[in-house]
């Protein structure tokens, strides 16, 4: 079947401009993470969904960063007025039922560099 | 708090030969372990989990780990590696109270020199 799947692959952008990101996870996973992944670093837990539950937000790094996840399929991370260091690579993961030893499945992710 | 350390960030190994992959972790209570590779511009791919049960756990593309709960590690080993074995590799480890998320290392890259 499709796995996660993210949009746009790549994105270059000016500091200052928001943008938005795209994940589409897998049909029926109802848990959903975003993460993201500094050249040299492991990977930065931003925040998670599960379900209709409120999200946890915890990971996010400043009030800069957003997401929704509606209809609890697909999400966006929106990040406003960008700076050079939120360059990094944003990965999207789903994972099925809210056991948590099930095994998240991670999206390719998006590149995101601001100039 | 839960933490991850992979020490080696790079790790050399010629074809053919075993390979080991380090990670120690820390969690308060029991550990659900996991790890994932990633190949170039490609998103993460899940290899293998330690749940319960057996400590030698094996995955996929002939990876195994074992869970040492007294060294609080869970080494990522091959018997013998291949070129295409060549990638970043993740430890990640989540408690059982129901925390939402995992903690990452930060990863170590293996090259296998033919």
């Known amino acids: 079947g499709a796995g996660v799947s993210q949009s746009p692959s790549n994105k270059v952008t000016e500091k200052g401009k928001d943008v938005e990101l795209r994940c589409d996870p897998i049909s029926g996973h109802t848990a959903l993470y975003w993460y993201r992944q500094s050249l040299g670093q492991g990977l930065e837990f931003l925040i998670y969904?599960?379900?209709?539950?409120?999200?946890?937000k915890s990971g996010l790094p400043s009030d800069r960063f957003s997401a929704e996840r509606t209809g609890g399929s697909v999400s966006t991370l929106t990040i406003q007025r960008t700076q050079q260091e939120d360059s990094a690579v944003y990965l999207c993961?789903?994972?099925?039922?809210?056991?948590?030893?099930?095994?998240?499945?991670f999206g390719p992710g998006t590149r995101l560099t601001v100039l | 708090a839960q933490s991850v350390a992979q020490p080696e960030d790079q790790v050399n190994v010629a074809e053919g030969n075993p390979l080991t992959v380090k990670c120690t972790y820390s969690?308060?209570?029991?550990?659900?372990l996991f790890w994932y590779v990633q190949y170039p511009n490609r998103g993460l791919q899940f290899l293998l989990k330690?749940?319960?049960?057996?400590?030698l756990v094996k995955g996929s593309y002939g990876f195994e780990a074992e869970f040492n709960k007294s060294q609080t590690s869970f080494h990522l080993k091959k018997p013998s590696a291949l070129v295409s074995d060549s990638a970043l590799y993740f430890c990640a480890v989540r408690d059982r109270t129901g925390a939402n998320n995992l903690f990452f290392g930060t990863g170590t890259r293996l090259t296998v020199i033919p």
């Open positions: 969690v308060s209570g029991n550990p659900y």
């Open positions: 993961a789903s994972r099925r039922q809210a056991d948590n030893y099930n095994e998240q499945f």
């Open positions: 330690y749940i319960t049960g057996d400590n």
């Open positions: 969904f599960q379900g209709n539950s409120a999200p946890d």
